[in-house]
């Protein structure tokens, strides 16, 4: 494989190629993390107390800067003391990948250490549902606007200067209103993703519903589709696919106001458990929920994928984009799809 073929401007590379650079993606921020964590020359700017010697504060397990422990070693030498002894080590919080792998299945299995408080999966459980119904209530007002402002200018012109204006406000500022509006439960933390997604969702989509070929209104105005039924049997069949793809790249803008929306009134949730777990040092831990919060959104990403080929089986290349297409290119045997005439022109006309 030549060097210039894998820098060809808008074409597939090859399959090991692209096989490789997947695999790569993983591995080399793994590996950096690998090295940092095992191999002590790189960084290990703390040292980690087996023997502490004379040194009075030092504690078996205690960790101290490199420095300090060179100048008390010297200067305890120079005493004719008992100097401190122990290895280099990281801090406390950059714990070694095989810590946090420890942890993706010990969280799960270790007991809250006090009985009213929520088990590692039900935490999770909690901002799974937080996420799903404000995202739901964010879609089921924001998508259909949005497709509204993409075809008709009146709409786009009464709404979007409006949205414009709020979607720069950061969504957290309207915690304290929350709260005083929904209480200190669950109803604002829906209300922050709601508040976080909605006025993008409508622009979104809006540009989208624009990218639609006029050629189709055109044809459809012509055989004297108006109005709703415009809508109905042109605009939408003809944007869904691309509005599909715009929803499911949304859902990871809701996961990034998660944190800040449950730590409005009162904590709970993935947000609750981490911040316990860091209060109480258990890093590995923290790093675990992290990781399982990527795991769930790369998953969801690819099961919505996966159900968009299905649901959308005639436009291939718009229900089969992102990270499911690369994996399937990938797989035994796997393939792309190849699309075949586009009859859905001729199907929405006749549909009017």
């Given at each position: 494989?030549?060097?210039?073929?894998?820098?060809?401007?808008?074409?597939?590379?090859?399959?090991?190629?692209?096989?490789?650079?997947?695999?790569?993606?993983?591995?080399?921020?793994?590996?950096?993390?690998?090295?940092?964590?095992?191999?002590?020359?790189?960084?290990?700017?703390?040292?980690?107390?087996?023997?502490?010697?004379?040194?009075?504060?030092?504690?078996?397990?205690?960790?101290?800067?490199?420095?300090?422990?060179?100048?008390?070693?010297?200067?305890?030498?120079?005493?004719?003391?008992?100097?401190?002894?122990?290895?280099?080590?990281?801090?406390?919080?950059?714990?070694?990948?095989?810590?946090?792998?420890?942890?993706?299945?010990?969280?799960?299995?270790?007991?809250?250490?006090?009985?009213?408080?929520?088990?590692?999966?039900?935490?999770?459980?909690?901002?799974?549902?937080?996420?799903?119904?404000?995202f739901t209530l964010s879609s089921v007002a924001g998508v259909p606007l949005g497709i509204l402002c993409g075809t008709y200018a009146l709409f786009a012109r009464l709404t979007e200067p409006v949205v414009e204006f709020i979607r720069y406000m950061p969504a957290p500022v309207f915690g304290a209103l929350?709260?005083?509006i929904l209480g200190i439960h669950d109803g604002p933390k829906i209300a922050i993703i709601v508040i976080g997604t909605l006025f993008q969702q409508v622009l979104v989509v809006a540009n989208s519903t624009r990218r639609l070929?006029?050629?189709?209104?055109?044809?459809?105005?012509?055989?004297?589709?108006?109005?709703?039924?415009?809508?109905?049997?042109?605009?939408?069949?003809?944007?869904?696919?691309?509005?599909?793809?715009?929803?499911?790249?949304?859902?990871?803008?809701?996961?990034?106001?998660?944190?800040?929306?449950?730590?409005?009134?009162?904590?709970?949730?993935?947000?609750?458990?981490?911040?316990?777990?860091?209060?109480?040092?258990?890093?590995?831990?923290?790093?675990?929920?992290?990781?399982?919060?990527?795991?769930?959104?790369?998953?969801?990403?690819?099961?919505?994928?996966?159900?968009?080929?299905?649901?959308?089986?005639?436009?291939?290349?718009?229900?089969?984009?992102?990270?499911?297409?690369?994996?399937?290119?990938?797989?035994?045997?796997?393939?792309?799809?190849?699309?075949?005439?586009?009859?859905?022109?001729?199907?929405?006309?006749?549909?009017?």
């Amino acid at each position: 494989m030549r060097v210039h073929s894998l820098f060809a401007v808008r074409k597939e590379l090859p399959q090991r190629a692209n096989f490789a650079l997947m695999l790569l993606s993983f591995l080399v921020p793994l590996g950096i993390w690998t090295a940092v964590s095992y191999v002590p020359f790189l960084w290990h700017p703390k040292v980690h107390i087996e023997v502490p010697g004379d040194l009075e504060y030092a504690t078996v397990g205690m960790l101290i800067d490199r420095d300090t422990f060179a100048e008390e070693r010297a200067r305890l030498l120079a005493a004719g003391l008992e100097p401190p002894r122990g290895y280099r080590a990281n801090p406390v919080y950059l714990p070694a990948p095989h810590e946090v792998a420890r942890a993706l299945v010990t969280a799960f299995q270790t007991e809250p250490r006090r009985s009213s408080e929520p088990w590692f999966h039900q935490s999770l459980w909690h901002s799974v549902t937080i996420i799903f119904w404000g995202f739901t209530l964010s879609s089921v007002a924001g998508v259909p606007l949005g497709i509204l402002c993409g075809t008709y200018a009146l709409f786009a012109r009464l709404t979007e200067p409006v949205v414009e204006f709020i979607r720069y406000m950061p969504a957290p500022v309207f915690g304290a209103l929350a709260v005083a509006i929904l209480g200190i439960h669950d109803g604002p933390k829906i209300a922050i993703i709601v508040i976080g997604t909605l006025f993008q969702q409508v622009l979104v989509v809006a540009n989208s519903t624009r990218r639609l070929d006029p050629a189709l209104l055109e044809a459809a105005q012509t055989l004297g589709a108006r109005n709703l039924t415009l809508v109905t049997t042109v605009v939408v069949p003809g944007v869904i696919t691309r509005v599909y793809t715009d929803m499911r790249i949304l859902l990871g803008w809701a996961w990034t106001y998660l944190i800040v929306a449950e730590l409005i009134g009162t904590s709970t949730g993935i947000t609750w458990f981490i911040t316990q777990q860091a209060r109480y040092k258990n890093y590995e831990n923290v790093y675990a929920a992290i990781i399982i919060i990527g795991l769930i959104g790369l998953g969801t990403d690819l099961l919505l994928a996966w159900l968009g080929r299905r649901i959308f089986p005639w436009e291939p290349g718009q229900a089969d984009s992102g990270l499911l297409a690369k994996w399937r290119q990938l797989l035994p045997g796997g393939r792309r799809l190849s699309p075949e005439p586009s009859s859905t022109s001729a199907s929405i006309v006749q549909g009017s």
